[in-house]
Nanobody, 124 residues
């Protein structure tokens, strides 16, 4: 089992930055593929970014490439998402997720554990 708790969301103006954190307990972030997803009101949960168990591989949605960076600290058992140059379209609830299989995938249905989410609101 993995328990995930996100933090760091908030209200920011367009062009600003936020860093989301996801604290994990149970199995470590070092043994799981970890990902960030987001869900806007009335929309499906979309892939944002993922990082391999080793940390050597990452993947990003086209909409966030060059603006967002996923990383993790195995010693702190924490996943991060640095979000720069934020846009109003980035407004959503952001979720971190973990899967035990060591392969990056973008389908949320293939992740086993989820946090409760943190709200990010970007004003224009």
């Amino acid at each position: 089992q993995v328990q995930l708790v996100e933090s760091g969301g908030g209200l920011v103006q367009a062009g600003g930055s936020l860093r989301l954190s996801c604290a994990a307990s149970g199995r470590t972030v070092g043994s799981n593929t970890m990902g960030w997803f987001r869900q806007a009101p009335g929309k499906e949960r979309d892939f944002v970014a993922a990082i391999s168990w080793s940390g050597h591989s990452t993947d990003y949605a086209d909409s966030v490439k060059g603006r967002f960076t996923i990383s993790k600290d195995n010693a702190e058992n924490t996943l991060y998402l640095q979000m720069n140059s934020l846009k109003p379209d980035d407004t959503a609830v952001y979720y971190c997720a973990a899967r035990g299989i060591k392969l990056i995938v973008t389908d949320p249905g293939r992740y086993d554990f989820w946090g409760q989410g943190t709200q990010v609101t970007v004003s224009s």
